[in-house]
């Protein structure tokens, strides 16, 4: 990587009023390369864990930067690279790691609602996701609420993807209930 002389600027942008969801921006740039982070957060101490997780993402953009098609034309013959654009601005997502790839959850989805809910329980919580999702438990599309993510890691921690076969995702975690549902209550 070669030394830019500019600073690096963030901009911080997080909701004005108090909402359940803390959501925020963060956008990571020097000279013209940028990057932006969105990311949830329980507690403003919270912000130097994302601060260093965006300047680690940015740092991997500048050792690689996208090529630019006004400044450089790509050659006809091979296919251009793309860099990853950021989610729809609609509502920002968080990426599940599986064992191949990710899969992009959106943040309303995955829900801690009792116990530690730090950025510690929330990557916990990330992990608990992953598992689910590899176990074919969970598609990542309906909305869950996870009561205690560290009593929940333990609970899982010894069953594999075939343990999880003999279980339903309601056995782990708390699930929206349906207007179907609601009816037969």
Do not use: C, N
Not at 40 to 64: G, K, M, N, P, S
Request: proline fraction near 8%.
């Amino acid at each position: 990587m070669h030394k830019h002389s500019d600073s690096i600027v963030l901009t911080l942008t997080l909701p004005e009023a108090y909402s359940e969801s803390k959501t925020g921006t963060l956008l990571v740039q020097r000279g013209d390369l940028a990057r932006v982070h969105q990311f949830t957060y329980e507690r403003v101490a919270d912000l130097t864990e994302v601060i260093a997780d965006a300047l680690t993402a940015f740092a991997a953009v500048e050792a690689d930067p996208p090529i630019i098609p006004e400044t450089q034309p790509p050659p006809k013959s091979q296919p251009r690279k793309q860099a990853k654009q950021p989610a729809p601005a609609s509502e920002p997502t968080v990426d599940i790691p599986l064992k191949k790839g990710t899969k992009a959850v959106k943040i309303s989805h995955l829900k801690i609602t009792g116990g530690e809910t730090d950025a510690a329980a929330y990557r916990q919580a990330v992990l608990i996701a992953g598992k689910l999702i590899e176990g074919k438990l969970w598609d990542g599309d309906s909305p869950i609420r996870i009561d205690d993510v560290y009593a929940l890691a333990k609970k899982m921690k010894h069953l594999t993807e075939r343990d999880l076969s003999l279980f339903t995702l309601e056995d782990f975690v708390q699930v929206e209930s349906s207007p179907i549902e609601d009816e037969r209550l």
